[in-house]
């Protein structure tokens, strides 16, 4: 999903669908965009239009999964890039002989229309066969657009299995936006002009996968990505920086794609090396996100990891230092879980526990987006998933979590979507649900933080669980409100007044009264309420 001015939502997914008279599926990415908020859609429409493709199987024999990831540019105009096994049929007649492609779509009016029409732009090199050619291999793209709206896809050339072996590649393409419709500028793996599929900014000879992209200030680009060594327990997860306007530079004075990137943190993707697998992480997946609120900007990496019997979110961050390549001053040993303090792991290896990972084989990515609204610094939202382990025969189940950074401290996980829909329950979680275990059970107020403050400060607070006694009600929402008051017990202004899901919440007041006006200097009140209970705290306001 992408969000445009004016709040509007852009969506991109794949989709399968049945052709009569064949049975076999094919896929395509379907697009819809909401004007209000999300309360409704627009209905989807093919980015590619009539074309039709098969999901990309890896390696030939391993797991078949194809991604998609969409960026808006400063007119509100969608760009969808995508990775699919092409097929002369759109089915899979000679699938093991057709190409796997990152493929990427445009729209110049909002996403009404796209373009090409009924066809796709190629952004891979496709010179040679797939037995004997890496570009005919290509998945994984990532995608970003710069303040100037030049459009950057990273990717992966080669998707081999791993363990060792393999010699993929991370790739860098830029868009030409001088056609209509677009196309791809011509420059090969080693910046020669006239070629095709970008240029290789990782060593060849080695196996790198799951990058990617973001930018930062002055439109520098921020790629990461997994180094998979030979020997698994010196794998890593690596960072490399460059100005776009130098995107194609692959020498010392640029990528420098001869050299490892800088070093994140280390990872061992091997279970006969890391006991807390119980899969191989074949295919790894780290984030960036560049928080350009910050001076200078601050580069942050987020990625799964699961050992010395930890398993968690982790990241790690920088400040921007001018480098180039591989050369930025990551520091590996500042590298931590988010969540690891707690007397009882919120993420746990094992049977019977919250996994941070259900299947290791394919490591899903933890997004990360940072909020600029803020004056000084960029708060951090990651939504990542994570699994309910129960292999001695109960149901299992992968849920999706939300956290929260304001750059000191991160808020607990909370769980936006459940899958007990699958036992029967519609739209809700079951009162039996193992992760009702990790809500609140009382309504709790937190001190609000910072304090005292100028000119914003958040106020957190925990709703207990409310379950009906019908188990098909699921969890019930309990009603909330958040109210500041100044020191004579007058209401100054509700900040929050509606149903709040059970969980971790908070709320930001700006020193505004409920007419918008700037308050005073001093002591202000804050009241929590849900339901028939409510706290009250202190805060100080300074100006």
Known sequence: MAVSDGGILHTAWIT??????????????????????????????SVSGS?????????????????????????????????????????????????????FNHSE??????????????????????????????????????????????????????????????MLAKVNRSTSPFTMVQIGETGTAGSSGGVRITPSGERQTGPDIDVGTGDVLHIVYFREDAVSLNSTVEHKTLLGDFWNVVDASGWNQSVDGATIDGFDPEPATNALLEQAATFFFPSVAVDKVSSPDRVYAFYKFAAGGLESVFFNDYVYDNAIGGNAGWLQAQASAV????????????????????????????????????????????????????????????????????????????????????????????ASDPAL???????????????????????????????????????????????????????????LREDLNPGYHGAVWDGRNGAGHGVATGMYLYRVRAGDVSKAGRMTLIK
């Open 51 to 103: 074309l039709r493709f098969d999901l990309l199987t890896i390696d030939g024999a391993g797991p078949s999964f194809s991604t998609v990831d969409i960026e808006v540019d400063s007119r509100g105009n969608p760009r969808v890039v995508y990775a699919f096994n092409h097929s002369p049929d759109g089915h899979t007649v000679g699938f093991a002989t057709n190409p796997d492609n990152v493929y």
């Open 16 to 45: 399968q669908e049945v052709v009569s008279p064949v049975s076999t599926p094919v896929y395509n990415v379907r697009y819809a965009r909401s004007n209000d908020g999300g309360d409704t859609f627009s209905s989807p429409i």
């Open 437 to 495: 275990l990790a809500l609140p059970r009382e309504l709790a107020l937190r001190q609000n933080y910072p304090n005292p403050f100028n000119p914003a400060t958040t106020i957190r607070f925990e709703v207990p669980a409310a379950v009906s006694v019908t188990p098909s009600d699921g969890l019930m929402a309990v009603p909330v409100s958040v109210e500041i008051f100044n020191s004579l017990g007058q209401l100054v202004r509700t900040l």
């Open 339 to 430: 969540w690891s303090t707690a007397s009882t792991a919120v993420f746990a290896a094992g049977n019977l526990a919250h996994n941070i990972e259900l299947d290791w084989t394919v490591t899903e990515r933890v997004e990360a987006i940072v909020d600029d609204r803020r004056p000084a610094r960029g708060d951090v939202h990651i939504v990542f998933t994570a699994g309910y382990s129960n292999a001695a025969g109960g149901a299992s189940e992968h849920d999706v979590y939300y956290g929260f950074y304001n750059g000191v401290t991160w808020t607990l996980p909370e769980k936006i979507a459940d899958d007990d829909s699958d036992s029967g329950t519609e739209d809700g979680i079951l």
């Open 109 to 170: 009016n909002g996403g009404a229309t796209w373009l090409p029409n009924n066809s796709a732009i190629r952004v891979n090199d496709i010179t040679g066969t797939v037995a004997n050619q890496e570009g005919v291999l290509s998945a994984f793209p990532r995608m970003v657009v710069d303040q100037r709206d030049n459009i950057y896809i990273t990717y992966v050339r080669g998707t081999t299995i791993g363990g060792g072996a393999g010699t993929d590649d991370v």
